[in-house]
């Protein structure tokens, strides 16, 4: 079996915010099959024991203890002595906490974590003197998720780099002034600012890269480092995320808000718009 062969196609079922917590009550020796993906996951043992490799290292976790498996690790677990193992696996794409590219403060400090720069410490113990905040803000996160209230995928997106901001102080971690991060959000910013205020203009992938002076490459590669997604997904969301807005908000005409927000062809647009929302643009009208 291949690394390629170990990819998980992980369900998180709405693009625009990439997440998705499972609730494991595995009651046999095997907790967790052999597997990566490119989402970052959180572990949190509720209940019994079991050892889960994480990379090369292997940890011992009970009830209690936090585990961390950064996008590309190969991770499995299985139980100890054959008993029951009660945990929550929280997986999300990192895009969801990327931030405003024109926040230098956010590249510096939870950039590093989501672009894989650095790396998130695989075992968080009760011990550690992180553990309490840490668990507090897990604990949330599930909580959010599983009663989903108004205005609970904000709250979720702020637990979750709460966590990613305690990390980037505690004393005993050592991070880099990461200035790269900076320059190239300095960099991205007329893109990210054409795009926000001009989002249902043309434009093309070309175009966009000659806004920042440089080759289309270096420019693909840069935008998805810095913001989590590639030039079509992002340009793509904003849209979406508007046409959602107009449908839910106004009479407008379905065929006239997909123009408005940029969309020549309503097929391509019904085919966009439930790709990255997972329901139709007439059900999200139905909704209003």
Same mark, same amino acid.
């Given at each position: 079996?291949?690394?390629?062969?170990?990819?998980?196609?992980?369900?998180?079922? $709405?693009?625009?915010?990439?997440?998705?917590?499972? !609730?494991?009550?595995?009651? $046999? !020796?095997?907790?967790?099959?052999?597997?990566?993906?490119?989402?970052?996951?959180?572990?949190?043992?509720?209940?019994?024991?079991?050892?889960?490799?994480?990379?090369?290292?292997?940890?011992?976790?009970?009830?209690?203890? /936090?585990?961390?498996?950064?996008?590309?690790?190969?991770?499995?677990?299985?139980?100890?002595?054959?008993?029951?193992?009660?945990?929550?696996?929280?997986?999300?794409?990192?895009?969801?906490?990327?931030?405003?590219?024109?926040?230098?403060?956010?590249?510096?400090?939870?950039?590093?974590?989501?672009?894989?720069?650095?790396?998130?410490?695989?075992?968080?113990?009760?011990?550690?003197?992180?553990?309490?905040?840490?668990?507090?803000?897990?604990?949330?996160?599930?909580?959010?998720?599983?009663?989903?209230a108004f205005a609970y995928e904000?709250?979720?997106?702020?637990?979750?780099?709460?966590?990613?901001?305690?990390?980037?102080?505690?004393?005993?971690?050592?991070?880099?002034?990461?200035?790269?991060?900076?320059?190239?959000?300095?960099?991205?910013?007329?893109?990210?600012?054409?795009?926000?205020?001009?989002?249902?203009?043309?434009?093309?992938?070309?175009?966009?890269?000659?806004?920042?002076?440089?080759?289309?490459?270096?420019?693909?590669?840069?935008?998805?480092?810095?913001?989590?997604?590639?030039?079509?997904?992002?340009?793509? /969301?904003?849209?979406?995320?508007?046409?959602?807005r107009l449908l839910k908000k106004?009479?407008?005409?379905?065929?006239? /808000?997909?123009?408005?927000?940029g969309f020549c062809n309503i097929?391509?647009?019904?085919?966009?718009?439930?790709?990255?929302?997972?329901?139709?643009?007439?059900?999200?009208?139905?909704?209003?």
């Amino acid at each position: 079996m291949t690394y390629a062969n170990l990819k998980e196609n992980t369900w998180l079922p $709405d693009q625009a915010f990439p997440i998705n917590i499972f !609730h494991n009550l595995p009651n $046999d !020796h095997n907790v967790l099959g052999l597997h990566w993906h490119e989402h970052m996951e959180l572990i949190y043992m509720v209940e019994g024991e079991a050892v889960f490799d994480i990379g090369n290292q292997s940890f011992a976790a009970t009830a209690g203890d /936090i585990l961390f498996v950064n996008g590309g690790q190969l991770h499995s677990g299985y139980s100890i002595h054959n008993q029951g193992v009660n945990y929550y696996a929280i997986v999300y794409n990192p895009s969801l906490l990327f931030g405003s590219v024109l926040d230098a403060h956010h590249a510096q400090t939870i950039g590093p974590f989501l672009n894989g720069d650095l790396s998130l410490p695989n075992l968080i113990q009760k011990t550690d003197d992180y553990y309490v905040e840490t668990k507090q803000w897990i604990l949330k996160t599930i909580d959010e998720f599983t009663n989903k209230a108004f205005a609970y995928e904000v709250n979720i997106k702020a637990y979750l780099q709460l966590i990613l901001v305690l990390f980037s102080r505690h004393s005993s971690i050592k991070l880099p002034h990461n200035q790269k991060n900076v320059r190239q959000a300095e960099m991205l910013k007329p893109v990210i600012i054409y795009l926000e205020k001009a989002f249902s203009n043309k434009i093309s992938l070309e175009q966009a890269a000659k806004l920042v002076n440089l080759s289309t490459h270096h420019f693909c590669k840069s935008f998805k480092k810095m913001t989590g997604r590639t030039f079509i997904e992002y340009l793509h /969301i904003i849209r979406i995320n508007e046409a959602e807005r107009l449908l839910k908000k106004t009479e407008i005409p379905i065929t006239r /808000i997909a123009e408005q927000v940029g969309f020549c062809n309503i097929n391509y647009f019904d085919k966009v718009f439930k790709k990255v929302k997972k329901y139709s643009p007439s059900n999200a009208r139905k909704q209003s």
